[in-house]
């Protein structure tokens, strides 16, 4: 059983770009979550997807952007990249509604690093 | 909103210490509470979660308590090895959303 899988690992690029990062849930799970992690700190939550919309939205400009595919898998794009911007973008996958509770768990891909330069 | 405050790192531990990191939270409610672990170059891995009030998670020797009436849940571990060593965050979610909020993380290092 497959878990999380993000791509790509590492990327480098620089500011003013834009990238897009990829998220494959674990096997049954509906619901997809972007975190961003800078060096140091904790994840902070980006957005949230259930069934192809964005259900939840943390504090991110609108230069973040994303997208849940029919199959589940999700990208999540960033444009006008900022050197603040570098940080670990971590996937979550997870079943709607169930948020932790009744057994279930949110689990985390290894994540994409992002430098931008 | 909702906030967790973690005490501040890194904690260096010789190996079979007792570990014990403090963790804090605001929030209204009955928040789930986690405690994750990632260890260097890797991502996020629950380590035990509590879902309600006087709940003990556990799990690898860890141990942590939903205390409702201090809104806190201290990570413990009775005897830490070097392989503990890795940053600790805790962190709590409302259902049904499955957002989580994180603490600025705990590094711990255990030595010989």
């Given amino acids: 059983d497959a878990g999380v899988t993000q791509s790509p690992t590492h990327l480098i690029k620089t500011r003013g770009q834009q990238v897009t990062l990829r998220c494959s849930p674990k096997s049954g799970h509906d619901t997809v979550s972007w975190y961003q992690q800078a060096l140091g700190q904790g994840p902070q939550f980006i957005f949230q997807y259930y069934e192809e919309e964005e259900r939840q939205r943390g504090n991110f400009p609108d230069r973040f952007s994303g997208h849940q595919f029919p199959n589940y898998s999700s990208e999540l794009n960033v444009n006008a990249l900022l050197l603040g911007d570098s940080a670990l973008y971590l996937c979550a996958s997870s079943l709607f509604g169930t948020g932790g509770r009744s057994g279930n768990t949110i689990y985390f891909g290894e994540g994409s690093w992002l430098t931008v330069v | ?112």
């Fill in chain 2, 1 to 112: 909103g909702d906030s967790v405050t973690q005490m501040e790192g890194p904690v260096t531990l010789s190996e079979e210490a007792f570990l014990t990191i403090n963790c804090t939270y605001t929030a209204t409610g009955y928040p789930s509470l986690f405690w994750y672990v990632q260890y260097p170059g890797e991502g996020l891995q629950l380590l035990l979660k509590a879902t309600k009030a006087d709940d003990k998670g556990s799990n690898k020797g860890f141990e942590a308590t939903y205390r409702k009436e201090t809104t806190s849940f201290h990570l413990e571990k009775g005897s830490v090895q070097v392989s503990d060593s890795a940053v600790y965050f805790c962190a709590l979610s409302r259902t049904p959303a499955s957002k989580l909020t994180f603490g600025t993380g705990t590094r711990l290092q255990v030595t010989l």
